[in-house]
């Protein structure tokens, strides 16, 4: 309960601070509304140079199918946003410039401290446009859903568990920034996969599907549920359901741990 | 003249080299990122009823790719609109404001160490690497030395353009956070809007909507020089006459938008000084 207090407070005080620069909050919201805008536009100029996308073993997608695809992926992405991005901070500098300090001073969980210093309310824009899309192209006639009880709770699942496998590996990262000081480079790596997720997954081969659906499991969380969703798969949704959550704390408690080790080695390099 | 500008170009050029981690990231992000690009524009290619998209043969494409990758690392690596935002969020800008130096001189030469030490020590030996492959490959036509001399030379002076126009854009983005007095939102919008338009993602003869083509517009716009313009000065087929008088024009273009930009720019800062707020410092 204690905890709970104290990071509500933080947050708070977080969305404060933001606010003192309302226009730029405001124009940072509208700055990932354009990044995805772009990316999106992008997907849509490269889809619509041919006449259909036929993927081998899958059938044809339209560019309704793969807007909805793009849209969901947004859901988990962004809620990760809102509540995890100071990690990247500590991935990249929060280690290097001994801002980190602070943080080991007090009588809190670390992990939880830093986390709770940031609000990032630009993951909204994120959302929004991802909710808009997915209604968009949702309603588009070519678009054909599997809707049944257990394809909903699967896509509810994959929102909320998808976040948390986004943020456990952010906090792998960040936590190895402990040891390896500077982690930004490495997880970017990590998190880009999440551009490839935005696509069919017969597009690409067997050895990236593998590795992002049982390593990296971004495909897991995205792709499989909306493929399922859409008719493109006919894999059992409580089974994949189960998976995700199971994947979610595998890495979540992995990343805890990693965490955790990397703290007790941690060393003050700046003054 | 430029004498007292050549200490912030050399700060540029050491802080750049601090950053090795950052560039063996870069490499490997560009690697698996080219292979994932290779994948889906083969799935595009083997849907579309001709061997050529938009002008572009899948090989040609995954060699614009290539180059787009490297350029974009090199290219938006200056931070002026980062910089500015730091000075006056920390209020450090009223210390730039009493030095007898220009204020875009000095970020200009801070940028440009940076961007010309990233492109001459990681950019310009892998665009070579890559054109060589491409030709020896035939990927990248071969038609003469002097079209290959031209070819690279243009190349190099668009990459100039290219470096001054990005950073005009980043100064133009900077003295908007006066206004503003926070720049984190306004950069993030400047980048994904220039990378965007910029043909860092795609080329723009591909944005197209049904009959609209909208690329007719978009490469008389200065982000146009940014990325794809010096790109297609490699990539151009310069056994057709045209291509010559083509890159020719770019150039002229490129060299246009800076004037004007810095045109903007002085004009935009003159009005804007006067709004500037210092906090902290």
Redesign the interface.
Known sequence: MHYIRFYFASIKRSIMSRLE?K??????????T??NV??L??IY???????????DGQGVWNIWQIGFLYGFVMLPKGVDHLFTDELWRVCYWRVTDGSLDRNFLKPMPTLLMTIAETFQP?GFGEIILGIAMIIICGLQPNVVFNWTFANVVLLIIAIIFGAIIISAFKIMFAGLAFILK?T???F??VY??L??VK?PR????KV?RVLLTGIIPFMLITTIPVEILLGFLSYNPWIISIIIISAAAILLTLAIIIWNVCASKYESTGN | MFKKYKPFFKAGMINSMAYKSAIIGWFFITIIEVLCTLFLWFAIYKNATSPVINGFTFREIIAYFIFSNILSFCIFGGDTGYRIDKEITEGTICMSFTKPISYRGKNLAIALGIIMNKFLMIGLPLTLIAYTIFILTGIIKFVSVWALLFSLFSFLILVLCSIIISDSLEYFTGICCFYTTSGWGLNLAKNSIVGFLGGASLPLAFFKFGKIDFSIVLNYLPFAGMIQNPILALLGDYSQPQTYLLIIHTIGLSITWIFLLELINAIFFKIASKKVTVQGG
């Open positions: 620069y226009g730029d909050t405001i124009i940072a919201m509208l700055a990932f354009i990044e772009c990316s536009l992008s100029f490269v889809v619509n140079s041919i006449p259909a996308l036929n993927i630009e500077r930004g480079q490495m970017q790596l880009n996969s551009t490839y696509y017969g597009i690409f081969p990236i």
